[in-house]
């Protein structure tokens, strides 16, 4: 399969864990990538090679990697962090992105 | 710091071409690979290719295979997305965004501030 798959959203109150998770056939094989698109702005990497933070990403986010699973987690999530979140990985045509998750702060 | 500056805002009519620009600084333009991503309103990511400004080489993703033609242009640090005869559904945001060499290009490490493209007769 070429898809990678993402919950439509997640919410979750300020203080509280997110979870996001993405699924799909290549990430057994290829490295994910997260990345944060506020409203109106540009998308951020905050995760590259399933688990490394990017330059400027808060320590409260990590992620992990279980097969064709891999999970964003936001420990004490803050305001600012509402946000849209989309996971990539690479496929045999190219890049591959999930469909993306908005994430609430309540 | 690296930088990836895209050309304004554009409106145009169906049938009518365009090209947009995305012009690349604070790095070796020829050592990474550029991809352009196209964002409908209220929609996701869609990734639909990719070049090497070192020798122009270009893949597309399979929906945009023929659609448009991405190009660069190592003498002015830019790289370029265009389409022959625009549809109101290209209609879209277009954001250009580096494949960085620390992931071994396979992740998209900057980004450009989007280009908006509005087809509207």
């Known amino acids: 399969s070429s898809e990678l798959t993402q919950p439509p959203s997640v919410s979750v109150s300020p203080g509280q864990t997110a979870n996001i998770t993405c699924t799909g056939d290549a990430l057994s094989r290829r490295y994910a990538y997260w990345y944060r698109q506020r409203p109106g702005q540009a998308p951020v990497m905050v995760i590259y090679k399933d688990t490394e933070r990017a330059s400027g990403t808060p320590v409260r986010f990590s992620a992990s990697n279980s097969g064709t699973s891999v999970t964003l987690t936001i420990n004490g999530v803050q305001a600012e962090d509402e946000a849209d979140y989309y996971c990539?990985?690479?496929?045999?045509?190219?890049?591959?992105f999930g469909g993306g998750t908005k994430l609430t702060v309540l | 710091e690296v930088q990836l500056v895209q050309s304004g805002a554009e409106l145009k009519k169906p049938g009518e071409s365009l090209r947009i620009s995305c012009e690349a600084s604070g790095y070796t333009f020829t050592s990474d690979w550029i991809s352009w991503v196209r964002q409908k309103p209220g929609k996701g990511l869609e990734w639909m290719g990719t070049t090497d400004p070192s020798d122009s080489y270009v893949k597309y993703g399979p929906s945009f295979q023929g659609r448009v033609t991405i190009s660069s242009d190592e003498s002015r640090s830019t790289v370029y997305l265009q389409w022959s005869s625009l549809q109101a559904s290209d209609s879209a945001t277009y954001y250009c965004?580096?494949?960085?060499?620390?992931?071994?290009?396979?992740?998209?490490?900057?980004w450009g501030q989007g280009t908006l493209v509005t087809v509207s007769s």
């Open positions: 965004a580096r494949q960085g060499t620390d992931c071994g290009g396979e992740c998209l490490d900057h």
């Open positions: 990539q990985s690479a496929g045999s045509d190219g890049t591959l």
